[in-house]
C-alpha cells in the first residue's frame, strides 16, 4: 500500500514570509495528490491538488509541484498571512485501495 | 443544502458500550470513507467503500464496523473490541467511482470519547 511522510511536522514563520512543506510517498502509480488545510476542531478542507500529468500548480499565493521521479511534491505558500495558520496535510492516492492515504501533518503557525 | 453530514458531532461512550457515528451525503457520491484522527497525527483508513453493498477494510479496521446499504449513507460501529476509540472520527466522499482521483469532500467530524 501507499506510504506518505510529511515534513516538517511543525513550522514557524513571520507574516510575509513564504512557506515550504514537503512529502513523499511510495506508490509509483499513484497519480492524484491534494493537500489539505484543517483549522483546530474543524473538518480538513481541500486547499489545491495536483495530478501526475503536470508538475506544477498555482492558486493564488499557494502552489505545489511535483516530482514523479524522485516521488516527493511540496507545498508552497508564500506571503503568508495569520489566518494560514492551520495544520496542513498532503495526500496521495493509494491506486490499489482506491482511497487516499494521508501525511501525519504540519502545524503551521504565522507570526504578526 | 448540499453536503455531507455527520452526526452527533460529540459522542460519549462507557467501556463495553457499541456506538455508531453517522454519515450522509447527498451529493450523490458513490465512493465513501471514514478515517480516523489522533492528536497530532493523521488521518488514518477505517473503512471504505466504493459502491453501494460493497466495503473493504482500512489499515485500522479492528473494532470497527460498517454498512452500505444506501447510496447516501455510510455508518460506523465502534464496538467493545476497539480498546482505544477516543478520537476524532472524519467521514469523507468522492464522486467517481472506482478511483478517489476528485475531490474528496469531509463532514465535520464526531469526536467520541470513552468515559
Not at chain 1, 500548480?57 to 524522485?70: P, S
Not at chain 2, 460529540?10 to 453517522?22: A, I, P
Not at chain 2, 473503512?47 to 452500505?68: H, L, M, T
Request: hydrophobic residues 30%.
Amino acid at each position: 500500500g501507499e506510504n506518505v511522510e510529511q515534513h516538517p511536522s511543525t513550522l514557524s514563520v513571520q507574516e510575509g514570509d513564504s512557506a515550504v512543506i514537503k512529502c513523499t510517498y511510495s506508490d509509483s502509480a499513484s497519480n492524484y495528490f491534494p493537500w489539505y488545510k484543517q483549522e483546530l476542531g474543524k473538518r480538513p478542507q481541500l486547499i489545491i491538488d495536483i495530478r501526475s500529468n503536470v508538475g506544477e500548480k498555482k492558486d493564488q499565493r499557494i502552489a505545489v509541484t511535483l516530482n514523479k521521479t524522485a516521488k516527493h511534491f511540496s507545498l508552497h505558500i508564500t506571503e503568508t498571512q495569520p489566518e494560514d495558520s492551520a495544520v496542513y496535510f498532503c495526500a496521495a492516492l493509494d491506486t490499489g485501495r482506491r482511497a487516499l492515504t494521508f501525511g501525519s501533518g504540519t502545524r503551521l503557525q504565522v507570526q504578526p | 443544502d448540499g453536503g455531507i453530514t455527520q452526526s452527533p458531532k460529540y459522542l460519549f461512550r462507557k467501556e463495553g458500550q457499541n456506538v455508531t457515528l453517522s454519515c450522509e451525503q447527498n451529493l450523490n457520491h458513490d465512493a465513501m470513507y471514514w478515517y480516523r484522527q489522533d492528536p497530532g497525527q493523521g488521518l488514518r483508513l477505517i473503512y471504505y467503500s466504493q459502491i453501494v453493498n460493497d466495503f473493504q477494510k482500512g489499515d485500522i479496521a479492528e473494532g470497527y464496523s460498517v454498512s452500505r446499504e444506501k447510496k447516501e449513507s455510510f455508518p460506523l460501529t465502534v464496538t467493545s473490541a476497539q480498546k482505544n476509540p477516543t478520537a476524532f472520527y472524519l467521514c469523507a466522499s468522492s464522486p467517481q467511482i472506482g478511483t478517489m482521483n476528485t475531490e474528496a469532500f469531509f463532514g465535520q467530524g464526531t469526536r467520541l470519547t470513552v468515559v
